[in-house]
């Protein structure tokens, strides 16, 4: 059955990192998004994301918080290398690649059509930022982990851009900026300008809407609400809820949904007139009362999923470990050895994963184990916290950038420092020193960088 996925966006609009922060608060896990973030440490070190609660009319959310290298500006080429490189070590599924690599291409196009100059000469200013391809390919991501790019039809509200103007790099610009102008009218998006008096959608936002919905309606009014998550922005508008919504759920009439493109195509500059902005929101629902840190350590929670089987070869098993862990769906998968019914020797598969993953695990455990049912339960866990530096190495003459996971006690002390295996393996290569004589050197450094 197609799942109905709402992106509603009348209110305050949308951008880049709200489109994050709805889905890692859709998910559940406050660390979703870290392998996005660590894979592009090696173009900024200085990259650090964090999500935090946040509530507002009595309705929580997350925000996500960035800090990066504000002076690190990219070109269109680098932007695209840089994408391709991160899609590939993520190993996105070709849907998840295409989404980001489309919503790229609609802004260096539109960027390319507002400055009348080709792509391969344009001078980026905030969309040549490195989370620019946080925004892009993280959504990518988070709806794949989410389950919501499979057996989907996305469709979204009319969307809010704000009135008035706003300081960028390119001087005082009117709202909606030229890039953002150009996404809308050459994507036939349907627009308001809602009550906001400043920039409510950003050029990452509008692509990635753009990309993402196929059709769009007028309101959310009439869909009824089964999964969400919200996402607020960093920006204060005043008595305006800086915030968007991702919801799973249904219409009670089928009716509302409207075709994306519009009888009649809209001019550049045409701005409809100024609408009312409805400030009642669904009540999201409550999650269980579970404390946010237990005894300085981070908690969340965890689906542990476990079948029998006691009649599967070695290549089976493979095939099914391989799956569930390269698409992203499960974090760890064991098999541990046992004798079931008639004293055979058999086999207990335990998947561990995000609470959002169970059906598609269920199907591919169904389907690759042959196994007539599974067991699932929820789990509460705490996790160290943990972080990804970049540790700078000089050998014979060569410099190398690896990636290191930190991991650290209740007291801040360190537990583990664990340097990235394909980064070691790639240095390893280029100088011939073996892993095991790299580890140590790695693990020094990034001690004394971190103490």
């Not at 660390?31 to 592009?40: C, K």
């Not at 990518?140 to 979204?156: F, H, N, P, T, V």
Request: aromatic share 4%; charged share 30%; glycine share 6%.
């Amino acid at each position: 059955m197609t799942k109905i996925v709402l992106i509603d966006v009348k209110t305050a609009g949308t951008s880049g990192d709200m489109f994050l922060s709805a889905l890692v608060d859709f998910l559940g896990e406050d660390d979703a998004l870290l392998p996005v973030a660590a894979s592009l440490l090696i173009f900024d070190p200085s990259l650090r994301v964090r999500f935090a609660t946040k509530s507002d009319d009595d309705i929580s959310g997350v925000q996500l918080k960035v800090s990066k290298d504000s002076g690190m500006r990219f070109k269109p080429n680098d932007l695209i290398e840089m994408m391709d490189a991160v899609a590939e070590e993520l190993e996105l599924s070709p849907a998840a690649k295409q989404i980001s690599q489309r919503a790229l291409n609609e802004i260096l196009k539109a960027e390319s059509r507002a400055h009348e100059t080709p792509i391969d000469k344009l001078h980026l200013h905030e969309t040549g930022s490195v989370d620019t391809i946080l925004d892009l390919v993280g959504t990518a991501y988070l709806m794949e982990r989410a389950g919501l790019l499979i057996d989907s039809k996305i469709i979204a509200t009319h969307v809010a851009v704000g009135s008035g103007t706003i300081e960028t790099e390119h001087g005082l610009l009117e709202v909606p900026v030229p890039a953002v102008a150009e996404i809308l009218v050459a994507n036939d998006v349907p627009f308001i300008m809602g009550e906001a008096k400043t920039e409510v959608l950003t050029p990452t936002g509008a692509a990635l809407l753009a990309t993402l919905a196929s059709e769009f309606i007028e309101s959310s009014e009439g869909f009824v609400v089964k999964q969400q998550g919200i996402g607020f922005g960093s920006r204060d508008l005043g008595e305006v809820a800086n915030r968007m919504r991702v919801v799973v759920g249904e219409f009670v009439d089928e009716s509302k949904v409207k075709p994306k493109k519009p009888e009649k195509k809209p001019e550049k500059k045409e701005r409809p007139k100024k609408e009312p902005t409805k400030k009642k929101a669904a009540p999201k629902k409550k999650k269980e009362d579970r404390a946010e840190m237990i005894d300085s350590w981070s908690a969340d929670e965890v689906i542990v999923i476990e079948t029998n089987v006691d009649d599967i070869d070695g290549e089976v098993m493979g095939t099914m470990f391989d799956t569930l862990l390269s698409e992203g769906l499960a974090y760890d998968v064991v098999m541990i050895p046992a004798y079931g019914k008639k004293n055979r020797p058999s086999y207990v598969v335990k998947v561990i994963a995000a609470k959002s993953g169970l059906k598609s695990i269920a199907e591919i455990l169904i389907k690759h184990l042959g196994t007539l049912g599974i067991r699932y339960a929820t789990w509460d866990r705490l996790k160290a916290a943990r972080e990804t530096i970049v540790c700078k190495m000089e050998i014979e003459g060569l410099e190398f950038m690896v990636r290191v996971k930190v991991s650290r006690g209740i007291d801040g002390s360190i537990i583990n420092i664990k340097p990235e295996a394909d980064d070691v393996m790639k240095v390893s290569r280029e100088t011939g020193i073996p892993v095991r004589a790299l580890k140590p050197r790695i693990a020094m450094q990034a001690h004394a960088i971190t103490e």
